[in-house]
């Protein structure tokens, strides 16, 4: 057969796009760098899951295993990495708690995916495969849920013990679970649940004592102390009043110097001062104010030093410098509105409260108020540690548990821990695989597969045999126990609902979701263009 050249300048006909290397090599770049990402932090998975030490360029020291806190701290460079970065504060903003096994799911989902590339599967074939994979997962893990009740705490506890067993703080779970599921009760209002917000819960860290002297605070608490010197640093049935005004002598708003030269004139000055200050400290009085709370001044002193001396004197508390981003929450939890001015210094402007008190708390001092009269839907809590790094961790490992009571707030279901709903999703997609034809029951198997990760990494890091302890809770499994889980106390497969440990169902279905997405994502890019700046 004779074939002729094309003649000069004619197009080939139907020639398809040869270089298909490229897409492929930007995909298994992607794929590898958010796997290093998933490897870095594997091992900080689980009550047995190791920490880390972060030492930022400025000399700060962070010790954590919260998955969020590491990888926000980390230096990543890669655009596909810092997906995976970006998906642990979703699963953050989302659940509060799951942070690193959310990375970790997605890495095992990633290298489930380059086998299906390898074999020649088309990666958006891959994509909507893997979509259909977590809606069946999402259905699987609410069929092995059990609802739970608002009223009953004890569950409640268990949830947040459960959350606080992976972290530095864990022997102290039994007091700080408590603390936390109480305070998200406080703040929650009935019929309104889905709107639980924890800027309504305070969390002060005050450094000296041990972490058991974390205490729940009903009421309010400044960090400050209260300024006067001879004034009093305690008072029952108080009247309290939150001003935003200044307490000492007026400033021009530009810039300048008056020069005074003679003594009559400066006496005028001072003693047009005194009768300012004055008329606002009678006008305080007269109001029956014994408690002053004064937002922070940028201009000027909100108290001035003349000022603090009359208040002294009428035995009035003033906690000063409150910061003006506090000001929304001390009125939510006082109930009241700031006063702006002093013709609206007024008794009826006030709130009334059994005690303020100045209490002592390691090497420092902060006012407590209590008893407040129509409080807000407000709670403080007062976290104490031996040192900065301790205090900071308990502070972090505390959040989560209080995510946790949020998410069984938000969604009122709980399912087991320990690897339990993995194996069983695994098993569930498995057999689902087997009634599908075509791609589609090669793509479920593998989601399947990459669900083990979990248990895996979990008997990994408490010193197990990850290969034979998953057969074994596969096996378990597969004869209907479905909350067979790791007892990592006991380094054995046992019934872990009757060993509490138990976790919010959003929180899974969360990272089952946020994990699938970011996996979806990232497979469907076949090149990186970068812009001119």
Do not use: W
């Not at 990495?81 to 903003?93: F, G, H, I, N, T």
């Not at 994979?133 to 059990?146: D, F, P």
């Not at 046992?494 to 979701?513: G, R």
């Amino acid at each position: 057969m004779v074939v002729k050249p094309a003649a000069r300048g004619a197009k080939p006909v139907g020639q398809a796009y040869k270089d298909k290397s490229k897409p492929a090599d930007i995909r298994q770049s992607n794929i590898n760098a958010a796997k290093a990402v998933s490897d870095a932090i594997r091992t900080s998975l689980g009550p047995r899951g190791m920490d880390k030490m972060i030492q930022a360029g400025n000399g700060e020291v962070t010790i954590t295993n919260d998955g969020a806190t590491i990888l926000k701290q980390m230096n990543v460079i890669h655009p596909a990495a810092k997906m995976l970065v970006e998906l642990s504060r979703a699963q953050d903003v989302e659940a509060g708690d799951g942070t690193t096994s959310v990375v970790v799911v997605a890495g095992a989902l990633l290298e489930a995916a380059e086998k299906l590339l390898q074999m020649g599967i088309h990666p958006t074939a891959i994509s909507d495969a893997f979509q259909r994979c977590s809606a069946k997962a999402v259905e699987i893990l609410n069929e092995m849920s059990q609802p739970i009740e608002l009223t009953d705490r004890e569950t409640l506890i268990k949830s947040a013990s459960t959350s606080l067993n992976s972290k530095v703080v864990s022997q102290h779970s039994s007091q700080l679970a408590p603390i936390a599921v109480d305070a998200v009760l406080k703040v929650t209002e009935a019929g309104l649940e889905a709107g639980c917000d924890l800027k309504n819960i305070k969390t002060i860290r005050s450094l000296g004592g041990t972490i058991e002297d974390t205490e729940l605070i009903d009421g309010l608490v400044f960090t400050q102390r209260s300024s006067g010197v001879n004034g009093p640093k305690r008072l029952e049935k108080a009247k309290i009043g939150l001003i935003q005004f200044c307490i000492s002598a007026p400033k021009t708003d530009m810039d300048h110097s008056v020069i005074v030269s003679d003594y009559a004139a400066m006496d005028r000055v001072l003693k047009e001062e005194r009768a300012y200050i004055l008329n606002i400290v009678k006008q305080i009085k007269k109001s029956g104010c014994n408690v002053l709370l004064v937002q922070k001044s940028i201009l000027r002193d909100a108290v001035s030093d003349l000022a603090m001396h009359f208040l002294d004197k009428i035995k009035v508390m003033v906690v000063k410098d409150i910061e003006r981003e506090d000001i929304e929450f001390v009125c939510k939890t006082l109930n009241c509105r700031p006063i702006a001015s002093l013709d609206h210094f007024l008794p009826e402007h006030l709130v009334s409260a059994d005690l303020v008190e100045e209490v002592a708390s390691g090497s420092t001092k902060f006012v407590k108020v209590t008893g407040i009269q129509n409080q807000g839907k407000t709670v403080s809590i007062v976290v104490r540690g031996s040192n900065k790094l301790v205090l900071e961790e308990a502070d972090r490992s505390l959040h989560d548990a209080l995510c946790v009571v949020r998410c069984l707030v938000k969604k009122r279901a709980q399912i087991a821990g320990g690897g339990a709903p993995e194996i069983e999703m695994a098993l569930a997609l498995a057999a689902h695989a087997q009634t599908l034809e075509g791609v589609d029951a090669y793509c479920f198997r593998a989601f399947a597969n990459a669900l083990e990760v979990i248990p895996s990494t979990l008997a990994e890091n408490a010193g197990l045999n990850p290969i034979a302890t998953v057969t074994e809770l596969r096996n378990r499994h597969a004869q209907g126990e479905k909350n067979a889980g790791i007892n990592v106390r006991k380094g054995a497969i046992t019934d872990i609902l009757a060993e509490n440990v138990v976790q919010p169902l959003l929180v899974s279905i969360s990272s089952i979701t946020l994990a699938s997405e970011t996996v979806r994502s990232i497979l469907k890019i076949d090149d990186i263009v970068n812009t001119m700046q």
